[in-house]
Structures are given as C-alpha cells and as structure tokens.
C-alpha cells in the first residue's frame, strides 16, 4: 500500500518559471515530511524538510507548504533553473520504537528548459 | 552532514553469485540502513542495521537474500545472494546521526546481473 501519493510523475518548466511538486499521505503517525533531490549516478540529497507543526518553510528558491488539515505537502521551486532539473522524491518519516521509518513518493522527474 | 561512502560504486555479476557492498560513514552514526532503487523507480527499504544484533527486514526481504552486517557505529556491509537478473537495481546506504536528525544517502551501488 502506498502511503505517500506524489505528482505529477513528470513536469516540464520553462527558465524562470515555477515548478510545484505535491504529495499527500494518509498515516497521521507521520512527524516529519523531507524532500530529496536526486541526480542521476548520485544519492537523493536533503533538500528541504518540514515538521507538521508548520504550515510553510522556505529555503532560498526552495518551499514546502504544508496542509496538516489536509494532509498535503508541496514543494515550489521558483525561478527555476536547468540545473535544478533532476528527480525530487518527497518523504514522510515516523517513529517506530526507537527507530525511524522514511517512506518515499513515487518520484518527479523536473526537467527546466533553457 | 555525515560523509558516507558506498563500495563498489557500479558492478556487472555473473547469475547465482554473491556481491557484498560496503558502506563507510566518516562519523559515528545511530541508524544504517538499506535501500533498494530500480531504474526510474522510488526507493523502498530492505531493512534496518543494527549495531550489535540482527537487522530488521521489511516485508518482502529476507536474510537469506540480504545478509547484512554491521559490526560498529561506522560501517556495514549488504550482501546480495545468489543473484539474479531481477537484482539487478541500485543500492544505497543511509545513516540517521540521531533520531531527530534526517537521513543522508551515498551515492549507491549499480549493480547489474547478467
């Protein structure tokens, strides 16, 4: 069962525009929410993360806005770039027992043209 | 962040072999863990190292396919079994400093079975 949905699956942007990646979960155990960004031949990297204490954090280009309520959390890039262009999985992590549990989205494949 | 290194970074196997991939964290860390890539795909956890006792495997993952060990606080290894084509995916490690801190990949292993 998957328990964070994410679109769209693909997503084309023009420079300069804004590109906008949403995912929703349905486990309120979740506690926190990162976003990762992936290049290809490379690890997902922390981008940008979230508590659901929160309702928006914006990092540089970078913000998560956060609907606890609706249990839904996007990712703007603004004024994206081409070098932004690369895979974005959404995460939600929870406690189990003393350790944690990340489950990912199904990914977003960005690609921003020049 | 934690420095993590992933041994061999790529590597093409022969079917009904074994591959074991290392993973060296520069830092003294909590949580290991072990994550499965397809091409194209999201990741899904194979199972949690744990320091000292057996890992913790998810639903669909078995010892006997993925040994692992994890003899201290910096390093683990994830062993691939009797492989065969349907192995053939990335591997990744990743470390949890503490368990309000996130989790961060290395770059992962490219493994191939032909």
């Known amino acids: 069962q998957q328990q964070v949905k994410q679109s769209p699956q693909s997503l084309i942007v023009q420079k300069g525009g804004i590109s906008i990646i949403n995912c929703a979960y349905e486990?309120?155990?979740?506690?926190?929410f990162p976003w990762y960004q992936q290049f290809p031949g490379k690890g997902p990297a922390l981008l940008i993360a979230?508590?659901?204490?929160?309702s928006e954090k914006k990092e540089g280009r970078f913000t998560i806005s956060f609907n606890k309520s609706a249990k839904q959390f996007s990712l703007h890039i603004m004024d994206s770039q081409p070098g932004d262009s690369a895979t974005y999985f959404c995460?939600?992590?929870?406690?189990?027992?003393?350790?944690?549990?990340?489950?990912f989205g199904s990914g977003t494949q960005l690609t921003v043209l020049p | 962040s934690a420095v993590i290194s992933q041994k061999p970074s790529r590597d093409i196997c022969q079917r009904g072999t074994s591959l074991t991939i290392q993973c060296q964290v520069d830092?003294?860390?909590?949580?290991m863990f072990w994550y499965r890539q397809q091409p194209g795909q999201s990741l899904t956890l194979i199972a949690t190292a744990n320091q000292g006792s057996e890992a913790t495997y998810e639903s669909g993952f078995v010892i006997d396919k993925f040994p692992i060990s994890r003899p201290n606080l910096t390093f683990s290894t994830l062993t691939v079994s009797n492989m065969s084509p349907e192995d053939s995916s990335i591997y990744l490690c990743?470390?949890?400093?503490?368990?309000?801190?996130?989790?961060?990949f290395g770059d992962g292993t490219r493994l191939s079975i032909l």
């Open positions: 979230i508590r659901p204490d929160v």
């Open positions: 995460a939600a992590d929870q406690s189990q027992g003393s350790a944690r549990q990340l489950t």
């Open positions: 990743s470390v949890q400093g503490y368990s309000n801190q996130p989790q961060h």
């Open positions: 486990n309120t155990a979740f506690d926190y």
């Open positions: 830092s003294q860390v909590t949580m």
